[in-house]
């Protein structure tokens, strides 16, 4: 079945940092993709997302591009911030059949000052 | 999370006590969700609904009932609370882009 796998954490980094976070996806036919980000105390918010194969998805300086041919989707940003600290969440919806969303288990990042 | 509304936020129980979380979205969507969130296991999908009228189980359906009378309404019931869903509970619905938007959350305890 569908299934989702990102990098165990928690992930420590200093600020301006450069972030990476792994996901990889299995999946039959064409999914979109997704990373979303939950604060602490707060529920989880759409970061940013793909739909379709060599689209890059953007946003607040995070990046990730859809990579069919090594089925990832990467999440990176040059230079992270304090208020980066954050859980995050690669997730995937298959195209044909949308009753559930593949949620990986999540990353935890802190970022020191 | 514009558009999708839980209640209550927090809530305690007693062991054995029933209660119902509501979830409410005013963006016409049709499928809905309850996914329940504890620490290390991230999400996992209670049930689920393709349209009013309609319900199905997810991966942890145990324990919990639902009901989509109204298109807009996704209540979740506990029955006889255990302290096994203590949790926090995420309602979501789903655009026609296939993007997921999320309720803020509702905090759970049964003592």
């Known amino acids: 079945g569908d299934s989702v796998t990102q990098m165990e954490g928690p992930v420590t980094l200093s600020e301006e940092a450069f972030l990476t976070i792994n996901c990889t996806y299995t999946?039959?036919?064409?999914?979109?993709l997704f990373w979303y980000v939950q604060y602490p105390g707060e529920g989880l918010q759409l970061l940013l997302k793909a739909t379709k194969a060599d689209d890059k998805g953007s946003n607040k300086g995070f990046e990730a591009t859809y990579r069919k041919e090594t089925t990832s989707f990467h999440l990176e940003k040059g230079s992270v911030q304090v208020s980066d600290s954050a859980v995050y969440f690669c997730?995937?919806?298959?195209?044909?059949?949308?009753?559930?969303?593949?949620f990986g288990s999540g990353t935890r990042l802190s970022i020191r000052p | 999370n514009a558009g999708v509304t839980q209640t209550p936020k927090f809530r305690v129980l007693k062991t054995g006590q029933s209660m119902t979380l509501l979830c409410a979205q005013d963006m016409n969507h049709e499928y809905m969700y309850w996914y329940r969130q504890d620490p290390g296991m991230g999400l996992r999908l209670i049930h689920y609904s393709v349209g009013e009228g309609t319900t199905a189980k997810g991966e942890v359906p145990d324990g919990y009932n639902v009901s989509r009378l109204k298109k807009q309404n996704f209540l979740l019931g506990l029955e006889s609370a255990a302290p096994s869903q203590t949790s926090v509970y995420f309602c979501a619905s789903l655009t026609s882009g296939n993007t997921i938007y999320f309720g803020e959350g509702s905090w759970l305890t049964v003592v």
């Open positions: 999946a039959t036919g064409y999914p979109s």
């Open positions: 997730a995937l919806s298959a195209g044909s059949s949308a009753s559930k969303i593949i």
